[in-house]
């Protein structure tokens, strides 16, 4: 008889169908993600004997070659059934970890980094198809907050394991967690083959495959959403040098913050996402986390030269505003990028709405340190104005790519 806390566990599972396979994928996967991060850098760094600028470098190279990979590889998942490209590109995405096990120089570093973010973009476009189209559309936003909640825990759960073996600092020790890393990765590519097999559309198989680069609406929503996208170079990039170069706040409060945003999400993600099933209630999450993040950004800039309880106390109110305006901006986002896609373009779209994400982070933590270290308060004002334009901004798109739409066939029908 299963004991009752396996029980309440399996309570919290989605039914039993596509939505609770992508979570056991989602959920093995980022176990292994956390486990990686965490311990990848140092291997880099201590055991191949990168510096620190060469893998900031070969990380930021290979990221522009990953920025290519999402719509011609989303058009080819449209166009032969996204689950077996979802599958193929996530365990080539996996194997090609390995590869960072015999990199000795600078180069083997960036060519095996710039392989493994090509199969990744590859692998998440067509992750998005086949969620778009093995989910009823009413449930897909809601199935990816879930799976957003369950990605935290798994890197909750994945980077203590990996901090405690940091511990030992050899070689050794990196490798076999290199090892366990792509071992999950594999494991969560193959989950995704408990997805039901999605048919590809005839419409797919003739359309463009540069259909989302003529589409003008959701081009301006992916350059909207990759300005919001910054605060999250904000908090992973910007948060830690504010707190240790211009507060006199503890560096241990860059910790609590992180533990407040992921309790939140996983918590709350959920929940918040609920009204953002539809366009309007999409853009609409969105401008409101525009006007979030930019209280954030306020909040955090009066922890400047503050005493040392006065910075933490609005350092802590600034992620507690910031990670409601990131759970709006991820729910926003989502309904956006899902119901303004064809249906059967759904892999394609999905790649491009995804290249907003992969533009900030190539191109966000050096402009924001220059931004916001440099100028404290006012670049602080600047970031966050950008953040309410572009807020503003959403729901004017939205309704111009509504208009662009084909009208559903219940509503010709009764035209007619």
Same mark, same amino acid.
């Given at each position: 008889?299963?004991?009752?806390?396996?029980?309440?566990?399996?309570?919290?599972?989605?039914?039993?169908?596509?939505?609770?396979?992508?979570?056991?994928?989602?959920?093995?996967? #980022?176990?292994?993600?956390?486990?990686?991060?965490?311990?990848?850098?140092?291997?880099?760094?201590?055991?191949?004997?990168?510096?620190?600028?060469?893998?900031?470098?070969?990380?930021?190279?290979?990221?522009?070659?990953?920025?290519?990979?999402?719509?011609?590889?989303?058009?080819?998942?449209?166009?032969?059934?996204?689950?077996?490209?979802?599958?193929?590109?996530?365990?080539?995405?996996?194997?090609?970890?390995?590869?960072?096990?015999?990199?000795?120089?600078?180069?083997?570093?960036?060519?095996?980094?710039?392989?493994?973010?090509?199969?990744?973009?590859?692998?998440?476009?067509?992750?998005?198809?086949?969620?778009?189209?093995?989910?009823?559309?009413?449930?897909?936003?809601?199935?990816?907050?879930?799976?957003?909640?369950?990605?935290?825990?798994?890197?909750?759960?994945?980077?203590?394991?990996?901090?405690?073996?940091?511990?030992?600092?050899?070689?050794?020790?990196?490798?076999?967690?290199?090892?366990?890393?792509?071992?999950?990765?594999?494991?969560?590519?193959?989950?995704?083959?408990?997805?039901?097999?999605?048919?590809?559309?005839?419409?797919?198989?003739?359309?463009?495959?540069?259909?989302?680069?003529?589409?003008?609406?959701?081009?301006?929503?992916?350059?909207?959403?990759?300005?919001?996208?910054?605060?999250?170079?904000?908090?992973?990039?910007?948060?830690?040098?504010?707190?240790? #170069?211009?507060?006199?706040?503890?560096?241990?409060?860059?910790?609590?913050?992180?533990?407040?945003?992921?309790?939140?999400?996983?918590?709350?993600?959920?929940?918040?996402?609920?009204? #953002?099933?539809?366009?309007?209630?999409?853009?609409?999450?969105?401008?409101?986390?525009?006007?979030?993040?930019?209280?954030?950004?306020?909040?955090?800039?009066?922890?400047?030269?503050? #005493?040392?309880?006065?910075?933490?106390?609005?350092?802590?109110?600034?992620?507690?505003?910031?990670?409601?305006?990131?759970?709006?901006?991820?729910?926003?986002?989502?309904?956006?990028?899902?119901?303004?896609?064809?249906?059967?373009?759904?892999?394609?779209?999905?790649?491009?709405?995804?290249?907003?994400?992969?533009?900030?982070?190539?191109?966000?933590?050096?402009?924001?340190?220059?931004?916001?270290?440099?100028?404290?308060?006012?670049?602080?004002?600047?970031?966050?104005?950008?953040?309410?334009?572009?807020?503003?901004?959403?729901?004017?798109?939205?309704?111009?790519?509504?208009?662009?739409?084909?009208?559903?066939?219940?509503?010709?029908?009764?035209?007619?």
């Amino acid at each position: 008889m299963p004991s009752p806390l396996i029980t309440r566990a399996k309570s919290l599972l989605p039914d039993p169908g596509p939505a609770r396979a992508l979570t056991y994928a989602t959920l093995i996967g #980022s176990v292994g993600r956390g486990l990686f991060v965490t311990v990848s850098v140092v291997y880099f760094h201590k055991s191949v004997g990168l510096s620190a600028i060469e893998v900031g470098l070969g990380l930021t190279l290979a990221a522009c070659f990953g920025l290519f990979a999402g719509i011609p590889i989303g058009s080819f998942a449209d166009r032969c059934g996204p689950r077996g490209i979802a599958v193929g590109f996530g365990l080539a995405a996996g194997a090609a970890n390995l590869g960072y096990l015999l990199v000795g120089d600078f180069v083997g570093f960036v060519v095996v980094a710039s392989l493994v973010s090509v199969l990744g973009t590859g692998s998440q476009a067509a992750r998005g198809a086949l969620i778009a189209g093995s989910v009823p559309p009413e449930q897909r936003v809601r199935t990816r907050a879930y799976l957003r909640s369950v990605t935290n825990v798994g890197w909750t759960a994945g980077a203590p394991v990996a901090g405690v073996a940091l511990g030992y600092d050899r070689r050794e020790v990196y490798v076999g967690l290199i090892l366990v890393a792509a071992a999950l990765y594999l494991a969560a590519a193959l989950m995704n083959l408990r997805v039901p097999a999605l048919e590809p559309s005839p419409t797919a198989k003739k359309e463009s495959r540069t259909l989302a680069l003529r589409d003008r609406p959701y081009l301006t929503l992916t350059a909207l959403n990759a300005v919001m996208t910054v605060h999250f170079q904000v908090f992973n990039v910007v948060i830690p040098l504010w707190v240790v #170069s211009r507060t006199n706040a503890p560096p241990w409060i860059v910790s609590v913050l992180a533990v407040l945003n992921t309790t939140f999400i996983v918590l709350l993600q959920v929940r918040v996402s609920r009204g #953002s099933a539809t366009i309007r209630g999409a853009a609409r999450a969105q401008r409101n986390a525009g006007f979030l993040l930019f209280g954030a950004c306020v909040l955090y800039a009066l922890a400047a030269d503050a #005493s040392p309880w006065i910075g933490v106390a609005a350092l802590c109110a600034g992620g507690l505003v910031h990670v409601f305006g990131e759970l709006l901006h991820a729910a926003g986002g989502w309904g956006l990028s899902f119901d303004l896609a064809p249906a059967h373009a759904q892999g394609q779209f999905q790649g491009l709405y995804n290249t907003g994400f992969q533009i900030a982070e190539i191109i966000a933590p050096a402009a924001l340190v220059a931004l916001v270290i440099g100028q404290g308060m006012r670049g602080w004002l600047v970031l966050g104005a950008a953040f309410v334009a572009a807020g503003l901004a959403v729901p004017l798109a939205a309704r111009w790519a509504e208009r662009t739409r084909p009208a559903p066939v219940e509503e010709v029908v009764a035209a007619a």
